[in-house]
């Protein structure tokens, strides 16, 4: 067993998101989450992260991440240029537009999945020694900060308050994290299976929540959030194959 620092993160949700198989779903709750409060809606760079966006190691193509070489949004890299998940949080630099109320509701749901794989992908790493899901997690962790960050400015409430990691207060949400959890417990490899699948499952999301999406700052959280489960998931599967 390995022995790592719990990881903290304010966990927000509401809605539907389809992950394994089941449907996430959960109610909406007021108050700030268990792991700390909401951001401000700006955000510190991680180390390295100032510059080439992606910092130094061996990115994906030529070591300094994809396309121009500079980081998603405004100067911060957000993916990863690492093999290993690593990512950086950007601050949501957009303005605020409009949502439907399925929107909202879809929104609400990124949140509690975003808190899902924080907690497995934390659970991992506290039983397997491979940093990739050590630096996954915190990448969920800076991904919740983004979407809380959403959550706040339309206005929709927290339904993770006071859930410890790994419990949530909908039976559909727990079925799949327990159902991900007890697959991962087997080996290690059928941990990578798992964070590949909750992935995929998180691409399919966020590509079906920009179809038709105007509001300006959520296009852009979904965007960067896009690019980094596709770049989790490409991370995942390098592992698998190690």
Known sequence: MKTMTRRTAALVAAGTLGLGGLAIAAPALAGDGPFGPGPSGTATPGPGARGNGMGPGSGMGSGYGMGSGYGMGSGYGMGSGYED???????????????????KTTLASMAQEEKLAHDLYQAFAAR???VVFDHIAAAETRHLSLVRTLLQRY?????????????????????????????????RSAA????????????????????????????QVYTNLLAASQRHLAAFTRWATR
């Open 192 to 219: 990578l299976a798992a964070g590949q699948q909750v992935e995929r499952a998180d691409i399919d999301a966020l590509k079906a929540a920009l179809a038709g999406l105007t509001a300006p700052d959520v296009k």
């Open 85 to 103: 998940g690593t990512c950086y949080r950007v601050p949501v630099t957009d303005q605020q537009g409009t949502l439907t109320a399925a929107q």
């Open 128 to 130: 397997y020694d491979a």
């Open 155 to 187: 206005g929709l409430s927290d339904p993770t308050t006071g859930q410890p990691a790994g419990r949530f207060t909908d039976k559909a949400v727990q079925a799949t994290y327990d159902k991900l959890l007890a697959q991962g417990e087997q080996s």
